[in-house]
C-alpha cells in the first residue's frame, strides 16, 4: 500500500483549523508563526512558501523575516533575541542552510527553546531522548504520525535507520525505540562507515531511509512485507519535465514498491508531513501545552 502523506497532512490541517476556530471564538488570537529566511536559495525559498502557505490553511497568523546572505551573526542573532522577547510570537523557524560565516549551531541554541517549532534546540533534544514532552524534529514527528494514522505495527519489529543526520536519522531513530507506538522496535543506525547494509536491511521490517543518495535502496535490500519509509528528496535532470527536473527519493520505487507492506512515494509521502508537524508545534506552542 502506497502511504499517501498529502491525504494525512490535509486531513490533519483541517484537524488543526478546527481547533484554531475555537480558539479565535473564545476571544483569543490565532497561532502566530514566524520564518527567518538569510539569503535566497531555491530550495529554502519554497520550503518557507509552503510553510507560510500551510499557516493560512491552518488559520494561523505568518510572518516572513527576510535578511540578505551577507548578514553578519551578530545582527542575526539580534533578529533572534528579538524574537525570543515578543509575547505575539508563539514559534519561529531559521531556515537552513545558512551562509558560511553564520554558525548554524550557535544560532539554534540562541532560540528560546519554548519558541523552538522545529525541534533542534539541544533542550528539545534531550527532552526527547528520555521521553519527556518537548517539541520534536517535524520530520521524524511526521513520519511517527504517518506510521499511527495507518496503523502500522511498530512493537518488537526490526527498524533499519539510514542515515545519522541530528534532523533525520538520529531523532527517528530516538523515536522508534521509545516505549510508546509508534515506537517498541528494536533499531539499527546505518551510516556511510555501516558494513553489510544490504544484510542489516534484509533483516528489517520496517527501513526509514534519510541518506539523500537517489535509489540507494534497491529491491534486493527488501524483505517482502517490509515497510519503508523514504525520507531523500533529491533533484535529478529530467528534460521531459517542464522545470528540467523531477524529485526522487532514496529508494528505487518503481523496483520495491510491490515487495513491500506499506511505502511512502516522493514526493508526496514524508514531505507533506513535515510542515504538518511544524504546524502542529505551532499550536502546542501557542495553546501552552507542553511549556
Known amino acids: 500500500m502506497i502511504i499517501d502523506g498529502k491525504k494525512i497532512s490535509d486531513i490533519i490541517k483541517q484537524e488543526i483549523a478546527e481547533e484554531v476556530k475555537q480558539i479565535v ?78 554558525d548554524e549551531q550557535k544560532i539554534i541554541e540562541a532560540i528560546d527553546y519554548k519558541k523552538d517549532v522545529d525541534g533542534f534546540h539541544p533542550i528539545n533534544v534531550g527532552r526527547m531522548s528520555i521521553g519527556l514532552p518537548c517539541f520534536k524534529s517535524a520530520t521524524p514527528a511526521g513520519i511517527m504520525m504517518l506510521l499511527e494514522r495507518y496503523n502500522i505495527k511498530t512493537e518488537g519489529k526490526r527498524c533499519a535507520v539510514l542515515g545519522r543526520s541530528n534532523i533525520v536519522g538520529k531523532p527517528v531513530a530516538t523515536l522508534m525505540i521509545q516505549k510508546a507506538y509508534p515506537g517498541n522496535s528494536t533499531v539499527t543506525i546505518c551510516h556511510s562507515a555501516t558494513k553489510d547494509i544490504k544484510d542489516i536491511c534484509i533483516d528489517s521490517d520496517i527501513i526509514i531511509s534519510a541518506v539523500g543518495i537517489p535509489q ?76
Do not use: W
Open 25 to 102: 471564538s473564545s476571544g483569543n488570537r490565532p497561532p502566530h508563526l514566524v520564518a527567518v529566511l538569510v539569503g535566497h536559495d531555491g530550495a529554502s525559498e519554497t520550503y518557507v512558501a509552503h510553510k507560510i502557505r500551510a499557516c493560512e490553511q491552518c488559520g494561523f497568523k505568518s510572518t516572513l523575516l527576510r535578511f540578505e546572505s551577507n548578514i553578519d551573526e551578530a545582527e542575526l542573532l539580534n533578529a533572534i533575541y528579538g524574537l525570543n522577547k515578543d509575547s505575539e510570537v508563539d514559534g519561529f523557524i531559521v531556515q537552513l542552510p545558512l551562509p558560511d560565516q553564520i
Open 216 to 291: 540507494f535502496v534497491t529491491a534486493d535490500m527488501v524483505k517482502d512485507g517490509a515497510v519503508i519509509i523514504d525520507v531523500g528528496t533529491t533533484r535529478i535532470k529530467d528534460d521531459t519535465r517542464k522545470n528540467g527536473y523531477r524529485l526522487v527519493g532514496d529508494v528505487d520505487f518503481e523496483n520495491v514498491k510491490d515487495k513491500c507492506s506499506f511505502i511512502t512515494p516522493v514526493p508526496g509521502g514524508v514531505g507533506p508531513m513535515t510542515i504538518v508537524s511544524l504546524m502542529r508545534n505551532t499550536l502546542l506552542a501557542a495553546t501552552h501545552a507542553i511549556y
